[in-house]
Nanobody
Framework: QVQLAESGGGLVQAGDSLRLSCVAS????????MGWFRQALGKEREFVST????????FYSDSVKGRFTISRDNAKNTLYLQMDNLKPEDTAVYFC????????????????WGQGTQVTVSS
């Protein structure tokens, strides 16, 4: 059974940092493109960032570019999202996703999803 388990969310103040982790089990994701999405209350889930299997390419949404950094450790089957200079508008449930079969920015392209971790940024 394939599982993606996110952790690292929490309540922080604007300007603070958080590091999210996503541990994959049940399958080796070392050859798969992985990504992060988020969903704010009352809004649709949106693309945040993605990284290719070799870490050679990374992509970010305009809203997080320059503040968030995606990375991965294939030996640990783990995906990370370093979030710096957090803003209240970053408040959302963050999901990791794996195995892209289409456009990296479209959630329908990802086969596997975690349950999400809540990030709340107060002003």
């Amino acid at each position: 059974q394939v599982q993606l388990a996110e952790s690292g969310g929490g309540l922080v103040q604007a300007g603070d940092s958080l590091r999210l982790s996503c541990v994959a089990s049940g399958r080796n994701f070392s050859s798969a493109t992985m990504g992060w999405f988020r969903q704010a209350l009352g809004k649709e889930r949106e693309f945040v960032s993605t990284i290719t299997w070799s870490s050679s390419k990374t992509f970010y949404s305009d809203s997080v570019k320059g503040r968030f950094t995606i990375s991965r450790d294939n030996a640990k089957n783990t995906l990370y999202l370093q979030m710096d200079n957090l803003k209240p508008e970053d408040t959302a449930v963050y999901f990791c996703a794996g195995l892209v079969t289409g456009a990296y920015y479209e959630e329908d392209s990802y086969r596997y999803w975690g349950q999400g971790t809540q990030v709340t940024v107060s002003s």
